[in-house]
């Protein structure tokens, strides 16, 4: 058994496909099936099905190919550890950033980060929290951008900074003349929300709980804020946003945000990592090039009511 046969198991499982694996490890099929065919006959058991289609692990593949992610995740700390020694930062991170965080907190520091380390290999998925997190658990993602906590035991999560919501009112709603909010004087059937999966959504319900009179009917659900945002400027109705969303507003539209009275709800941002992850020089990067990034008004410790999402 080898380090590289694990490789070969391990990108498999991830694209269900030999030819799409193989591509990936830079090698051609032949030697990939090859290799894996291999490492079957070592072991007397059959890894893969493939008269499935796509492929798919056996049940024994299963538990032997999680088993070789966390082989190579442990061998990947011995030329982590070298790296810190040495001081350099630098390698492949891959992070997962949730959509509503993505487009107002990516552009802050992305690109001080990589003209400061340009020896990182950056790549960035817009993915829900979910599917972050079992990226992560797959060793498929390094790092996690989204909102904590998540009662996970295997994830270290690290806090960046406490960001408010706010209210995005329609010119015609009956709110519109007050400047600051309570939960309880929103009509959940005036809220435009995300679709299920979002944490997002899940965090609206919570501080716009509905009312015994309320019907709880959603006339549209979709996966942007931004789109949620253009469905109050040109029909009408409410919808919640984060306050990093506010930072690149118009005057027009600044003149529909409304705040919430005390306690504010706000939503705990974190850096999140697998607790076995090496590379903490680089994450130590990444928190501070994020840090150094956000506006002095976003508050940096906790204030307000943190809004859950489970």
Not at 16 to 23: D, G, I, L, P, S
Request: one cysteine or more; hydrophobic letters at 40%; charged letters at 30%.
């Amino acid at each position: 058994m080898t380090l590289v046969q694990y490789e070969y198991i391990v990108a498999v499982d991830d694209h269900r496909h030999f030819a799409t694996a193989a591509k990936k490890c830079f090698v051609t099929q032949p030697t990939l099936s090859m290799q894996i065919q291999k490492l079957e006959d070592q072991l007397d058991v059959q890894i893969f099905d493939r008269s499935k289609h796509p492929v798919e692990p056996t049940a024994i593949g299963k538990l032997i190919i999680y088993q070789a992610r966390i082989v190579l995740n442990e061998a990947r700390k011995i030329e982590q550890l070298i790296s810190d020694e040495k001081g350099s930062i630098e390698g492949d991170l891959r992070i997962g950033i949730i959509p509503t965080l993505s487009p107002y907190l990516l552009p802050l520091f992305v690109n001080s980060f990589v003209e400061s380390y340009p020896e990182i290999h950056l790549e960035v998925q817009e993915l829900i929290t979910d599917q972050i997190i079992e990226k992560m658990n797959k060793g498929q993602l390094d790092v996690g951008l989204f909102v904590t906590p998540s009662d996970h035991d295997n994830l270290e999560e690290i806090p960046l900074f406490y960001e408010e919501f706010v209210a995005y009112v329609a010119t015609n709603n009956k709110l519109f003349e007050k400047l600051e909010l309570a939960p309880e004087e929103i009509d959940l059937d005036d809220v435009w929300v995300l679709n299920e999966g979002h944490c997002f959504r899940n965090q609206v319900l919570n501080i716009c709980k509905p009312r015994k009179s309320a019907s709880e009917k959603f006339r549209f659900e979709c996966g942007s804020l931004e789109a949620l945002k253009k469905l109050v400027d040109y029909q009408s109705g409410i919808t919640l946003l984060p306050e990093l969303a506010t930072l690149d507003m118009s005057d027009a539209e600044l003149e529909k945000v409304r705040t919430f009275s005390d306690p504010v709800p706000v939503r705990e941002v974190s850096l999140v990592i697998p607790k076995s992850f090496a590379k903490r020089g680089v994450v130590k990067a990444l928190y501070e090039s994020i840090k150094e990034s956000i506006p002095d008004d976003i508050s940096s410790e906790k204030s307000g009511e943190v809004i859950k999402w489970r």
